[in-house]
């Protein structure tokens, strides 16, 4: 992926000076002026672009609530608009995604391409607190039909006959009542060359990113009104927490003018989605991720530990423990000296035979924590 695009006044390679301290404080639902779903409140603003540049946004952050733009606009856009989509749109994890994906290729500075169009352009941001961007930005966490049937906004089908590895399907309402669109997106980690520049055009610095395209159930589809559509999740490491910024951009073909349009103006109903899968997905992570416990790290990972047999008594039986996720290695690496009387497997996950491979280090400072660690 190639793009002129440059940030919006932000050092690209910064994080913004916010805390996501405060938005434990937001996490339970409650009664407050302004909030619109749970607890979270948001801010509909008039461009993508002005997001991070003014202090206003950043303190709507800091109080645990979202900032949202949405447009709709047949065959043009703004000068930001079409950075955008030269961000965005020709992002995919197929090394061809013309002949793989069978996606037609877009060039933003062609006429003819432009005005082929309606362009549908999404822009959200949010804070979770409590994490850090390798808790989230997984393709298979983020694929699960647990994950979308407890994040996605009421009213949206999640499909559960996805058979492809990394990839979900669900239906959304576009405009309530009277247009929905289903759609199969493949979930994808986003490499890192292009994480600056998509860096430069946020104008903040992107630690991890996860970008979700449209594929089709068939090996032949028929062209449809859905041209492209890429959806992508930037997440940038702050004090506290995690500064998610999602992007989605659309381009169709079938969309008539007045239905354009109309959706055009649904800023209003966008944002009410926003805020309702903030609130959904700060829940969701607080169960997942076994954040209530304030004893020790919020990083902890649920792992199963198998003592070593002393000979006499056979086997002790496995025992549970919260350990933190920063004395943890859970990849296999080279020069790592694996001591076969003890075994680490990782608990949270549905697959016993992902074992996890402390370093000798490592492997001493959970036997240390052992001791003081709750055990569950």
Known sequence: MESS???CGTCWNMAPQISADNVVKRTAPMKRKGAIFGGVGGTLLKSHESYFKDPNNLAVLEMGDVLFTFTCRKGR????????LEAFANLSSFQDETVENHVPAFDVN???DMKKYTFVLQKCAYLLPNICADDIADPRLM?????????QPKGTRVWTDVSEENTFRITKPIIPHVFSITMQLKTSTIKSEDLRILSEHIGVRIDRGLLMERTRRTKQPKPDATAKAKSVLLYTDIKGGV?????TVVLNKGLPDIIANIVDTFGS????????????TRKYLRKRLSLSSTEFSIFAHRVCYKKPSDGENGDEPDIFYDIPREVLNDKNSEGIEKNEQEEFYDASSSDDSILLVPSCVERAEIRNKLDGTKKV
């Open 110 to 112: 062609c006429v003819a």
């Open 243 to 247: 500064l998610v910024t999602h992007v």
């Open 269 to 280: 109903w966008g944002l009410r989605e926003v805020c309702e899968t903030a609130a959904l």
């Open 143 to 151: 694929s699960t039909v647990d994950y979308h049937t407890a994040c």
């Open 77 to 84: 856009s703004s000068s930001y608009e079409k950075q955008m």
């Open 5 to 7: 695009a440059r940030g």
